[in-house]
T-cell receptor
Framework: AQSVSQHNHHVILSEAASLELGCNYS??????LFWYVQYPGQHLQLLLK??????LVKGIKGFEAEFIKSKFSFNLRKPSVQWSDTAEYFC????????????FGQGTTLQVKP | DTAVSQTPKYLVTQMGNDKSIKCEQN?????MYWYKQDSKKFLKIMFS???????INETVPNRFSPKSPDKAHLNLHINSLELGDSAVYFC??????????????FGPGTRLTVT
């Protein structure tokens, strides 16, 4: 079955620490990959996306992600987190031919301590 | 200007009632979606409409009925509400491209609480 798995459910970091959140998806052909962020009480916002081309994608707010096809992974990174990065982070995938259905991972709660 | 809007933002109601949530997008997109976010924050698609045509219908109780009067609106009607329906419901929209290379834009969500 098509699925997405996020390995870290709850991450606590101090400000200026580096961040890496894991995301793996099940094989299902051509994929489009996304990371969304949900700040407390707010709606989902797109951080970055991968459709094709350079597997290292840069998004907003200093985030980046690397698509490693052989590992079915799309990990999110940020070299130095800020308190304002405290939020819920969702990895999501659409599979080719799946009429745009976004399949989400379980989400990772990131808490950044000032 | 709000791209994807939902009303109401909060909805508290009793078991057995019927309620509707409305969604509107002003992005000119032709595909709209409903997602449910449960208490553990897990997001799952419920429905999708493309140009008023239902294209995704996940395993959702038939108490839930989406309606799309035009491609800018997608409403969700829920009959005979149950405690388990308590969740945050998100509407989203996207353009349609043959290679699926598009992103979805989400509304602010409607927090439904069934008592």
């Amino acid at each position: 079955a098509q699925s997405v798995s996020q390995h870290n459910h709850h991450v606590i970091l101090s400000e200026a620490a580096s961040l890496e959140l894991g995301c793996n998806y099940s094989y299902g052909g051509t994929v489009n990959l996304f990371w969304y962020v949900q700040y407390p009480g707010q709606h989902l916002q797109l951080l970055l996306k991968y459709f094709s081309g350079d597997p290292l994608v840069k998004g907003i707010k200093g985030f980046e992600a690397e698509f490693i096809k052989s590992k079915f992974s799309f990990n999110l990174r940020k070299p130095s987190v800020q308190w304002s990065d405290t939020a819920e982070y969702f990895c999501a995938v659409t599979y080719s031919g799946n009429t745009g259905k976004l399949i989400f991972g379980q989400g990772t709660t990131l808490q950044v301590k000032p | 200007d709000t791209a994807v809007s939902q009303t109401p933002k909060y909805l508290v109601t009793q078991m057995g009632n019927d309620k509707s949530i409305k969604c509107e997008q002003n992005l000119g997109h032709d595909t709209m979606y409903w997602y449910k976010q449960d208490s553990k924050k897990f997001l799952k698609i419920m429905f999708s409409y493309n140009n008023k045509e239902l294209i995704i219908n996940e395993t959702v109780p038939n108490r839930f009925s989406p309606k799309s009067p035009d491609k800018a609106h997608l409403n969700l009607h829920i009959n005979s509400l149950e405690l388990g329906d308590s969740a945050v419901y998100f509407c989203a929209s996207s353009p349609s491209r043959a290679d699926n290379s598009y992103e979805q834009y989400f509304g602010p969500g409607t927090r439904l609480t069934v008592t």
